[in-house]
């Protein structure tokens, strides 16, 4: 055997002996680049080494609309925090004004902080001017909190016009996934409805003013979380 060939069979066998190892320790590596993970597991039957490629989850980006609520905000705030997740919030002016010390949480805890109107109203022909006033009043009194411009609306039902993106330089947040947490009292099932719908890139819309809803959201996050998917605030998922 040439010594060329001989150098090349010894790194191969090197190279041999190292994934031997890892097979063993059922090692996991992750690229982050390409998002795969490759995990050799060891089969004690005839001793081959099997690779299984398994693409990760992308991200998804968990909303929710109405509040704050003084009690349920807070313990979902806890359970975010607890979990390093990072959430959007859709606050109305009406709340935002009797829970300053929430709106600031939110803030300093990195979770997105969007506008919801003043007092939930809903975009009709004929209100288009005090629907405005509202969105105007509550990205002021949330500024007033923050120090930072509000960039993001979600419009209340859907309702929107395009129009006012230009007027009062703000971006639509809809969604993809509704459970309408809002009309169920039981958590396990609200969760279940999401977690059987969501995909790669969904906009999942929940209310943060209910027990159940909130108890469901963090039940959604252990679950996704477990399947690999990566929560980011909306900003996130729509500009990058």
């Known amino acids: 055997m040439k010594?060329?060939?001989?150098k090349i069979l010894f790194f191969e066998l090197i190279l041999l002996y190292i994934m031997l190892i890892l097979t063993v320790k059922g090692n996991i590596v992750t690229d982050p680049d390409t998002r795969m993970v490759s995990q050799v597991r060891w089969d004690?039957?005839?001793?081959?080494?099997i690779d299984v490629y398994k693409e990760l989850p992308g991200k998804v980006a968990l909303t929710f609309d109405d509040g704050p609520d003084p009690y349920y905000t807070e313990k979902l705030l806890d359970g975010l925090k607890a979990r390093g997740v990072k959430a959007s919030f859709f606050v109305t002016g009406i709340h935002a004004e009797q829970n300053p010390e929430i709106i600031r949480r939110m803030y300093q805890e990195g979770h997105l902080i969007g506008n919801h109107t003043y007092s939930h109203i809903q975009l009709l022909k004929s209100n288009r001017e005090k629907y405005k006033e509202e969105l105007a009043k509550t990205s002021?009194?949330?500024q007033n909190i923050t120090g930072e411009p509000v960039l993001?609306?979600?419009?209340t039902y859907g309702t929107w016009d395009k129009k006012l993106e230009k007027e009062l330089t703000m971006l639509p947040v809809m969604w993809t996934v509704d459970p309408k947490d809002w009309c169920q009292e039981n958590a396990a099932c609200i969760a279940e409805s999401v977690v059987k719908k969501v995909k790669e890139g969904d906009i999942i819309l929940m209310h943060d003013q209910y027990d159940p809803s909130v108890k469901a959201a963090l039940m959604i996050v252990d679950e996704l979380k477990r399947q690999g998917y990566e929560f980011v605030t909306v900003d996130e998922m729509m500009l990058e």
């Open 44 to 49: 004690r039957e005839d001793g081959d080494g």
């Open 152 to 155: 993001f609306v979600r419009p």
């Open 140 to 142: 002021e009194i949330i």
């Open 3 to 6: 010594p060329f060939h001989r």
